[in-house]
């Protein structure tokens, strides 16, 4: 594991699948910098893919292999991690999406930041980077 390391959430984890900039990234920092997920990040995707894919007419299963090959460069971060964290995790952004506590807890865990593009992590405490600055970070600039 490299000294710097990221959380992602769900959104980039499906903006990863279906677009090109978040995938070019992973890709070009992914084994320079060490990109963490919770296991839900994983499973809300491929919950929302098959949608998303029906919506654009794309390949559910594509885009579902697409998610799975993600796991060799996004690391899953284990739930025994994770729930010693909760309650204070929960503190911190339960107020605006408690289902998010899982970030919190693996960024806090990891002490890292989390690249999102949701609003709700703001406040939390926890450094938040979205893609269109991200590579500031990944880059070590």
Known sequence: ?????????ANILIRAVLGVRV????????????????????????????VIASKRSADPVTL??????LHLLV???????L???RDVALKRIGYRDPMDWPYVAAAMAL??????????FFGSGIPTWTTGNVEIYLSGE
């Open 83 to 85: 729930e010693p964290l």
């Open 23 to 50: 995938r070019q990234l992973i890709a070009r920092y992914g084994t320079g910098i060490s990109i963490f997920a919770p296991e839900i990040a994983f499973t809300d995707a491929a919950r929302y893919l098959p």
């Open 111 to 120: 002490n890292c930041p989390i690249w999102t593009e949701d609003n709700d």
């Open 64 to 69: 579902l292999a697409t998610l799975d090959q």
């Open 75 to 81: 690391e899953t971060v284990p739930d025994d991690i």
């Open 1 to 9: 594991m490299t000294s710097r390391r990221i959380v992602v959430d």
